[in-house]
């Protein structure tokens, strides 16, 4: 919280006014998942924004097939793998390796070790799989005080640490229910008083001006300015008509 109060007291005051279990892993009653961001969903909408004009069955229809085509590549791309760790983990398995170089590691037992870093000590059970600053436990794989550990006890494979979640395996069983498609419109079995009913569009007042299509971005995030260049020479800050690069042809 003091990098926190260095940028702005109030935030501080707000997070602890909501409760360290609302937004720290570390403190929640509950076991979270690694990614705290709206990422994914952001990107599922880009990828529907020309669907949202659709009436709902057809849209409703284009996410299937943007979801089936997904989950289709995902599987087949998983079958092929041969690897032991997904490729993002192994990654941070490689960072979480290099900053475990200069820590000093004493053993206290088979299992219990103490690894001093930066005049701080953390300790480590391996039998636990636990280390007291916390990301061995909630990320399920090595922190780097974990890594310098196993590498005073020899240890070269960290796979066998890491969480089964983080393996091929797990991810081709996350895909291997296929979306079924849906029959054509003229082979749905539809109900009479389904049929009968009347469905009107709902009331909305149509607000002035042209309605926005894109989202606002949030305060901290970049904005991209469009510089119009000409179509003659490249150059930004002109137009083809004003171009002095070229001479005017008579």
Same mark, same amino acid.
């Given at each position: 919280?003091?990098?926190? @109060?260095?940028?702005?007291?109030?935030?501080?005051?707000?997070?602890?006014?909501?409760?360290?279990?609302?937004?720290?892993?570390?403190?929640?009653?509950?076991?979270?998942?690694?990614?705290?961001?709206?990422?994914?969903?952001?990107?599922?909408?880009?990828?529907?924004?020309?669907?949202?004009?659709?009436?709902?069955?057809?849209?409703?229809?284009?996410?299937?097939?943007?979801?089936?085509?997904? #989950?289709?590549?995902?599987?087949?791309?998983?079958?092929?793998?041969?690897?032991?760790?997904?490729?993002?983990?192994?990654?941070?398995?490689?960072?979480?390796?290099?900053?475990?170089?200069?820590?000093?590691?004493?053993?206290?037992?088979?299992?219990?070790?103490? @690894?001093?870093?930066?005049?701080? %000590?953390?300790?480590?059970?391996?039998?636990?799989?636990?280390?007291?600053?916390?990301?061995?436990?909630?990320?399920?794989?090595?922190?780097?005080?974990?890594?310098? @550990?196993?590498?005073?006890?020899? &240890?070269?494979?960290?796979?066998?640490?890491?969480?089964?979640?983080?393996?091929?395996?797990?991810?081709?069983?996350?895909?291997?229910?296929?979306?079924?498609?849906?029959?054509?419109?003229?082979?749905?079995?539809?109900?009479?008083?389904?049929?009968?009913?009347?469905?009107?569009?709902?009331?909305?007042?149509?607000?002035?001006?042209?309605?926005?299509?894109?989202?606002?971005?949030?305060?901290?995030?970049? &904005?991209?300015?469009?510089? #119009?260049?000409?179509?003659?020479?490249?150059?930004?800050?002109?137009? %083809?008509?004003?171009?002095?690069?070229?001479?005017?042809?008579?």
């Amino acid at each position: 919280m003091a990098k926190v @109060v260095k940028v702005d007291h109030r935030v501080k005051d707000y997070l602890e006014d909501a409760g360290y279990e609302k937004w720290s892993r570390v403190h929640s009653i509950v076991n979270r998942g690694r990614m705290m961001t709206s990422n994914i969903a952001e990107y599922i909408n880009g990828c529907l924004v020309d669907a949202c004009r659709l009436s709902i069955i057809d849209f409703l229809e284009e996410a299937r097939l943007l979801f089936g085509s997904w #989950n289709y590549k995902n599987r087949e791309k998983m079958s092929y793998t041969k690897d032991t760790l997904g490729q993002r983990f192994e990654e941070i398995l490689i960072v979480n390796a290099s900053k475990s170089s200069k820590m000093k590691v004493v053993p206290s037992s088979e299992y219990i070790f103490s @690894v001093h870093e930066d005049r701080r %000590r953390y300790i480590i059970c391996l039998e636990r799989k636990i280390c007291t600053c916390g990301r061995f436990q909630y990320d399920e794989i090595p922190c780097a005080h974990t890594i310098a @550990v196993l590498k005073q006890k020899n &240890v070269i494979n960290f796979h066998s640490y890491c969480s089964d979640y983080y393996k091929p395996n797990a991810f081709e069983k996350t895909y291997e229910v296929a979306m079924v498609p849906m029959p054509d419109k003229e082979d749905w079995i539809v109900s009479d008083y389904v049929l009968d009913e009347i469905v009107r569009p709902p009331r909305y007042r149509r607000f002035a001006g042209r309605s926005r299509k894109r989202r606002k971005k949030i305060a901290d995030e970049k &904005v991209t300015v469009n510089n #119009n260049s000409c179509g003659q020479c490249g150059q930004e800050g002109h137009n %083809r008509r004003t171009c002095t690069f070229f001479p005017k042809e008579n």
